[in-house]
């Protein structure tokens, strides 16, 4: 048992039973939980130390609360976000399924038709998300969800809700997810919608052919810097 899921149980025991520990991914650790009250599912993120330890806590609460309102049916969205004995945290309501990730992994490229399919359902999504000023900046196989027969877009606004009220020029970049990485985010300049684009034809790509694009370029660059 990880130390982090240890110190996660004892700070949410009275809003979540913390079962397990699912993903670690750029800004945040998932546990999978129950709610104490209703015993609903969810999902809780909760941001990792290194993110938090210059964050104002107060913007990233008040820039994470409109993602509470974005209802879209290709939308995973925050139920609720605070703070709790010092952790950063979002939850969402637990969906099953399996992500387009643990497909890729288990399947290999996906048929031309599921690809249609996904990549319509997270292009519906960030259009809807666009309209109301909301980028996503992180769409990879890790942020699609298959569930129901439902493509659902996880994770929307988070980056934009941690680097608030800074620039649109995020920091600078690491090797972490590189080839899902647009060229403006890799040279650390500014990210509008077409970095969301970017993504999606990343994406499709890797659905179709079983492999991540750009997979020696972005990387030799980034860990040239």
């Known amino acids: 048992m990880s130390d982090l899921l240890d110190r996660v149980r ?8 913390v079962e397990r520990e699912m993903e670690t991914g750029g800004l945040t650790t998932a546990f999978a939980a129950q709610e104490v009250t209703s015993g609903r599912d969810v999902v809780l993120k909760v941001l990792r130390p290194e993110v938090t330890a210059n964050l104002d806590v107060e913007q990233f609460l008040a820039a994470i609360t409109p993602m509470r309102d974005l209802a879209h049916p ?4 925050p139920y609720e976000a605070g703070e709790t004995n010092g952790f950063l945290y979002y939850a969402v309501s637990h969906m099953g399924g399996v992500t387009v990730r643990d497909k890729l992994d288990t399947h290999g490229r996906a048929p031309i038709a599921q690809t249609v399919r996904i990549v ?4 519906d ?15 990879r196989p890790e942020n699609v969800l298959l569930a129901g027969g ?3 877009l996880m994770d929307l ?3 934009q809700a941690v ?3 800074r620039s649109p020029e995020l920091a600078a970049p690491d090797s972490t997810h590189v080839e899902y990485r647009a060229p403006e985010q890799v040279s650390g300049d500014a990210v509008d919608h077409r970095t969301d684009i970017y993504q999606v034809g990343a994406l499709a790509y890797e659905l179709l052919t079983g ?15």
Not at 74 to 77: E, G
């Open 10 to 17: 004892a700070a949410f025991g009275a809003r979540f039973r």
């Open 157 to 159: 606004g988070v980056v």
């Open 150 to 152: 439902e493509v659902q």
């Open 211 to 225: 492999q991540p694009p750009g997979e020696g370029g972005f990387r030799a660059i980034v860990e040239r810097r």
């Open 163 to 165: 680097h608030a009220p």
């Open 120 to 123: 319509r359902g997270v292009v």
């Open 125 to 139: 999504a960030l259009a809807y998300a666009h309209g109301r000023g909301i980028l996503h900046l992180g769409v």
């Open 74 to 77: 290709h939308i995973l969205s």
